[in-house]
């Protein structure tokens, strides 16, 4: 039975819409997941072609659910996007990846830039940058360590707004980065009048690279355009050697992918990193 309105009690079949039962269980706990320590950030490297070293992390969020165990974003993301809890959710993640930015830099390790995904409400909200900033300087961390992954669907409800909250975050001197570019309604003029330090190749161009002329077209076109405008390029879903070395003999300079690393705990991150530094 479930507790419905006003205190009575209504019996129904999860059986009938389990799914929608459980996304509604979701919704409903999310708050508490979020003040509750039942989030976790794993941290996905970026390796650079060049020397293999590691030049970044990727927060990347999960629900560790009493009940349910590890939830993946996909499944609560969307969730929160819809009921406005995303705005906690993300304060969080930036509050998560300052802290662990903090530790390694008490730890005195070399720090590299950790990558926070940024939906499209956080993007119209013109406090986001005042907020991120206290963030960085509660935890006494440079702004240029960290950096936030948007992608061109954030910006589709209003282009003037997101694109002023991504100046005042470019002026504070974070790391910008375009996800899964190439990928949906991509527009160049985005990538012209938006302060873009880097683009992710979709991994949708990168899976089939050594069998697929065209995307191994677009993925050199992607390359170029980005080089001509000072912009580097990292290749996400790199699962395989002939994928990475297809793109290192055509100048990409990140890689990221399960062959190089899936995303792995705070514990894990900071032991690579750590081994890259010795490197
Ligand atoms: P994304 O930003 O495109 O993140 C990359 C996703 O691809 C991650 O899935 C990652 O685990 C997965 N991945 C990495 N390497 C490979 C590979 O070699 N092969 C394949 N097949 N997959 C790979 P994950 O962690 O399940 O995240 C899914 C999406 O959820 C992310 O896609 C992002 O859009 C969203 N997300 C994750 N964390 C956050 C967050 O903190 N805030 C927000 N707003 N969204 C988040
Ligand atoms: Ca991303
Ligand atoms: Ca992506």
Not at 13 to 38: F, T, W, Y
Not at 224 to 242: F, I, P, Q, S, Y
Not at 250 to 275: F, H, K, M, N
Request: hydrophobic share 45%; aromatic share 6%; with cysteine.
């Amino acid at each position: 039975s479930k507790r419905s309105g006003r205190g009575r009690y209504t019996f129904y079949d999860p059986a009938l819409n389990p799914a929608s039962d459980r996304l509604l269980h979701l919704e409903q706990r999310l708050p508490k997941a979020i003040v509750g320590h039942e989030l976790v950030l794993h941290f996905q490297p970026k390796v650079r072609l060049d020397d293999y070293r590691i030049v970044g992390f990727e927060a990347l969020v999960r629900w560790q659910h009493p009940e349910f165990g590890l939830i993946y974003p996909n499944d609560f993301i969307p969730l929160a996007e819809h009921s406005g809890q995303i705005i906690e959710l993300g304060d969080w993640v930036v509050t998560a990846c300052c802290r662990q930015l903090a530790d390694w830099q008490a730890a005195g390790l070399e720090l590299v830039p950790i990558a926070c995904n940024i939906s499209a409400k956080q993007l119209l909200d013109d406090e986001l940058p005042e907020r991120i900033a206290g963030f960085l300087a509660a935890s006494g961390i440079a702004a240029r360590y960290l950096e936030v992954e948007i992608t061109e669907n954030s910006l589709i409800e209003s282009i003037e707004v997101a694109g002023h909250v991504l100046g005042k975050l470019a002026g504070l001197g974070l790391q910008i980065a375009l996800d899964g570019f190439g990928n949906g309604l991509s527009n160049l003029s985005h990538i012209r009048s938006l302060p873009i330090d880097s683009l992710k190749i979709d991994r949708s161009f990168i899976s089939d690279i050594r069998n697929s002329p065209d995307d191994a077209v677009i993925v050199s076109s992607i390359i170029t355009l980005a080089h001509n405008l000072k912009m580097r390029v990292v290749a996400e879903g790199v699962e395989m050697l002939d994928q990475l070395i297809h793109l290192k003999t055509a100048g990409c300079d990140e890689v990221q992918g399960y062959y190089l690393s899936r995303p792995v705990t705070a514990i894990a991150a900071g032991q690579l990193l750590l081994r890259s530094t010795l490197a």
